[in-house]
């Protein structure tokens, strides 16, 4: 089948939301389905305001549709609601042709954050996006829930994987420091309300892996924490393994992909009981959840190990892309 994967999110962007598509673009490939990604390295871009990091589309809607129209893919699958995903939609209403969409990231509350405009109004915006979508993909039940709540509909179950192999088990040698080590590992951004980590008064010592506009003014606010900056692969996967708690202070996420990365490493995971880690984490036996924060890393230093690594392993990059596989809307051959 030829895929036609139209998404703001890329490489050498770093996320979840990346390294599911990235992953699930491989799988599709590995079928023997044809993949084309249309990606923001291949047009003009502008950096995304408070966040240069992350490139903009500029103008996309004419060179899209031209590559749209030579490649006349069987399916077509808009992964993020940024300008290139806006001239994704336009083009297939404009030519009949179905297609699916994916809700990967909390974008009312990301813009709230760093606008102040209303999360209602910009939730009617992605409402309004998504509406003319055949499916629209969701990683969790309570995100179901919570956007069929908002008026959403045609929403379908895609959830996501690990790479067990990567992550797993691993001497706790690549962290020094004082015992026990509290780390999160992600976007160092407002909207990951890392303060309510780095703001806690706990034993050990805390490590923040990643990187992102708020990088410099949190590391000036908090010396007392080491910040490492990007890591990836075994690097990555080594250093996260030598901790021994994962703190995931997030209210916004859809899903976490790196609450199971986490678990596969062995570690517990502490986070707040909201959309994501309660989907994704076993209360009590895979971490803890709990509104206060430092309880929640006390609870979930007390947790064993191996049943963190026997509940990730539940989550297969196999059975997460035969969800997206089925999901795909076909367009009718002419």
């Known amino acids: ?140 039940p309570s995100l179901r829930a919570e956007l069929a709540g908002r008026g959403f509909t045609s929403l379908v179950r895609w959830s996501r994987g690990v790479d067990t192999d990567l992550f797993r088990p691993r001497p706790k040698t690549a962290l020094a420091g004082p015992r026990p080590i509290s780390l999160y590992l992600g976007r160092v951004a407002v909207e990951k309300n890392l303060e309510a980590f780095l703001g806690q008064d706990l034993p050990g010592s805390k490590v923040v892996i990643g990187d992102g506009p708020a990088l410099n003014s949190l590391s000036r606010r908090h010396p007392e924490a080491r910040f490492l900056g990007r890591k990836t692969g075994e690097d990555l996967a080594s250093h996260l393994a030598a901790a021994d708690v994962f703190v995931f202070p997030s209210l916004t996420d859809t899903f976490g992909l790196v609450l199971i990365e986490a678990m596969a490493c062995g570690l517990p995971v502490a986070a707040f009981p909201v959309t994501g880690p309660k989907d994704v984490v076993v209360q009590g036996r895979t971490g803890w959840l709990d509104h206060d924060l430092e309880k929640a890393v006390r609870m979930a230093l007390t947790l064993d190990p191996e049943a963190c690594r026997q509940e990730a392993l539940k989550y297969s990059w196999s059975r997460s892309i035969d969800q997206f596989e089925a999901n795909l809307a076909l367009i009718p051959k002419n």
């Open 1 to 140: 089948m030829r895929i036609s994967l139209i998404t703001d999110a890329w490489p050498p962007q770093t996320s979840g939301v990346v390294t599911t598509l990235t992953r699930t673009v491989r799988g599709l490939e590995e079928r023997g389905h044809r993949v084309q990604v249309l990606h923001p390295g291949l047009f003009r871009t502008v950096p995304c305001p408070t966040y240069p990091e992350i490139r903009l589309a500029l103008k996309p809607r004419r060179p899209l549709a031209d590559f749209l129209d030579a490649f006349d893919p069987e399916a077509v699958h808009l992964a993020v609601e940024g300008p290139l995903g806006l001239a994704g939609r336009r083009h297939c209403l404009r030519r009949g042709r179905p297609f699916t969409t994916s809700i990967t990231t909390r974008f009312p509350e990301y813009i709230h954050l760093r606008s102040g405009l209303p999360a209602g109004w910009l939730y009617r915006l992605l409402r309004w996006f998504h509406a003319p979508a055949s499916r629209v993909m969701v990683a969790t």
